[in-house]
T-cell receptor, first 114, second 111 residues
Framework: EPEVTQTPSHQVTQMGQEVILRCVPI?????FYWYRQILGQKVEFLVS????????KSEIFDDQFSVERPDGSNFTLKIRSTKLEDSAMYFC????????????FGEGSWLTVV | DAKTTQPPSMDCAEGRAANLPCNHS???????VYWYRQIHSQGPQYIIH???NNETNEMASLIITEDRKSSTLILPHATLRDTAVYYC????????????FGTGTLLAVQP
């Protein structure tokens, strides 16, 4: 069964460093998402992306965050200058089209900022 | 998206049916009911969704009341591996379709 894959599974970074989290969505999907989950808290929406542009973003997704689809397969989340409070599990997700299809999630990238 | 209300936790004996309730009294006519689960900080896993009719797939059944104000997810023969947080989400689907997760129900399957 096709799945969303994410790398790295775990990354430790120093505060102030840039981090790029990578995702390979399901191949024929057109809508892409990033969510995050701080330890012990809810899964929170960050951003959705379609047709090479952001379609919606949450308050969490400030200027420190950016997303990109650099080629036909990867979808990346960049955090420009990490803060301690960015420590969380980051989930990538994708959806086939706009007809109400299901969103499928990857297994997550655990980011620890020290 | 309509607000959903779920009990914070439930227990179920292994091999028995797990019935997880969800209230969505403000759901609108074109909002779907989606169920996802999250096993121990893994990525949320899609289970099932429905609009008006009851639905069944290889994982579970979804029973939606006629007035659509509540629904029940049924895992027919719960196993230990079904221990997870289960999320009921009301969502329009369509282009925007961003899922908003609540706190869900922690289902503990007991041996």
């Amino acid at each position: 069964e096709p799945e969303v894959t994410q790398t790295p599974s775990h990354q430790v970074t120093q505060m102030g460093q840039e981090v790029i989290l990578r995702c390979v969505p399901i191949s024929n999907h057109l809508y892409f998402y990033w969510y995050r989950q701080i330890l012990g808290q809810k899964v929170e929406f960050l951003v959705s992306f379609y047709n090479n542009e952001i379609s919606e973003k949450s308050e969490i997704f400030d200027d420190q965050f950016s997303v990109e689809r650099p080629d036909g397969s990867n979808f990346t989340l960049k955090i420009r200058s990490t803060k301690l409070e960015d420590s969380a599990m980051y989930f990538c997700a994708s959806k086939k089209d706009n007809s109400g299809n299901t969103i499928y999630f990857g297994e997550g990238s655990w980011l620890t900022v020290v | 998206d309509a607000k959903t209300t779920q009990p914070p936790s439930m227990d179920c004996a292994e091999g028995r049916a797990a019935n997880l309730p969800c209230n969505h009294s403000t759901i609108s006519g074109n909002e779907y009911v989606y169920w996802y689960r999250q096993i121990h900080s893994q990525g949320p896993q899609y289970i099932i969704h429905g609009l008006k009719n009851n639905e069944t797939n290889e994982m579970a059944s979804l029973i939606i009341t006629e007035d659509r104000k509540s629904s029940t997810l049924i895992l027919p023969h719960a196993t230990l591996r079904d221990t997870a947080v289960y999320y009921c989400i009301a969502n329009y689907g369509g282009a925007t379709n961003k899922l908003i997760f609540g706190t869900g129900t922690l289902l503990a399957v007991q041996p």
